[in-house]
């Protein structure tokens, strides 16, 4: 479901736990309402607020594809939502926007996750060393993966 001010409390909740904070670090005040390069949802799940997922694109006619990240509530993890998620978003952007690669950047170490795009189709393309500013300082690596449409598991 698209995201509306009336989700923002309870995701802001689920964004600062430390299982989302972990990789999403602090949102800001305006959070997601600020995020306007991308175009924002909120998983539900029994018409509970179940966690946030998000695209973008690069339009660009030479580099055109589409990325998205993701988060669930930590209490639903293990489930597959994020998978699901994944992939009615990968379907959503290969058939409606028809984008042949969609690309995503998680931790390096952030394995529950890989494993969950791995199940999709995407592939790694390269560790981005010192990709991203760790919460606890210093710098971590990040996991550059894409997948072709052809690839993407239904």
């Not at 950047?105 to 494993?115: E, F």
Request: proline content about 6%.
């Amino acid at each position: 479901m698209p995201c509306a001010p009336e989700h923002y409390e309870r995701l802001r909740e689920l964004h600062v736990l430390p299982e989302v904070r972990r990789w999403w670090h602090d949102p800001s005040e305006e959070w997601p309402d600020d995020e306007e390069d991308s175009v924002n949802y909120t998983m539900l799940l029994d018409g509970r607020i179940a966690g946030f997922i998000q695209w973008w694109s690069e339009d660009d006619p030479m580099y055109r594809h589409a990325g998205y990240d993701l988060f669930v509530d930590p209490e639903l993890h293990s489930r597959g939502l994020g998978t699901e998620a994944g992939r009615a978003l990968c379907a959503h952007l290969i058939d409606d926007h028809g984008f042949h690669r969609l690309v995503i950047d998680p931790g390096a170490d952030n394995a529950v996750a890989i494993a969950s795009y791995t199940k999709l189709g995407f592939r790694p393309v390269g560790v981005l060393r010192r990709y991203e500013r760790a919460l606890e300082g210093g710098w971590r690596d990040g996991l550059l993966m894409d997948l072709l449409a052809e690839d993407f598991v239904r």
